[in-house]
């Protein structure tokens, strides 16, 4: 055919002829193929699909068994009488259930404690033993939290893996303007 589309048709090839007619035959071949596996697919669906309300009808609570009801378990035994108390004796004090309480002695007032003190004699004087180390100055608990600002680690500057200094920010539409006086 030439460029406008008029003219004698010239044939193709005959090498181009027999390949395209061996390729057509090869996707009918694959097209039958890919059909025959999507019935196959459709119909193990179905088959499940029957398989399940085969066993939602014959499961408990289904069609063919709708009374059906856990076995009845027999009542618990019952708790035997008590013996008979004994005639004349208190009963014993229950244990406590939560926790045992010692009773505290009596407290003494003030004035009984210093005649106590004051009737004691003062122990005789202990040898001299070496002082113990000077002890941890009180310092409140929160002070060992906060940092050292003797070992605060500061930046090296310059190093080959740092990145360059950011320019600081502009605004949306050119430099920022300064704030008012």
Known sequence: ?????????????????????????????????????????RALQYEIAELMQMKSKHGAGGEYSPDWRPAVQPPLLEAPDQPPALEGAPPPPARPAWRTVHARPERRDRSQRALAKSMN?????????????????????WAQWRPNPLLAPTPVNGSPMSPPPMAPPRGLFGPRTPPPL
């Open 1 to 41: 055919m030439n460029k406008n589309g008029t003219g004698p048709q010239v044939q193709p090839p005959k090498y181009l002829n027999d390949f395209s007619k061996a390729l057509a035959g090869e996707v009918r071949i694959l097209l039958a193929e890919v059909g025959k596996l999507r019935d196959e697919r």
């Open 121 to 141: 004699p003062a122990p005789a004087a202990a040898p001299m033993v070496a002082p113990s180390p000077a002890p941890e100055p009180q310092i409140p608990a």
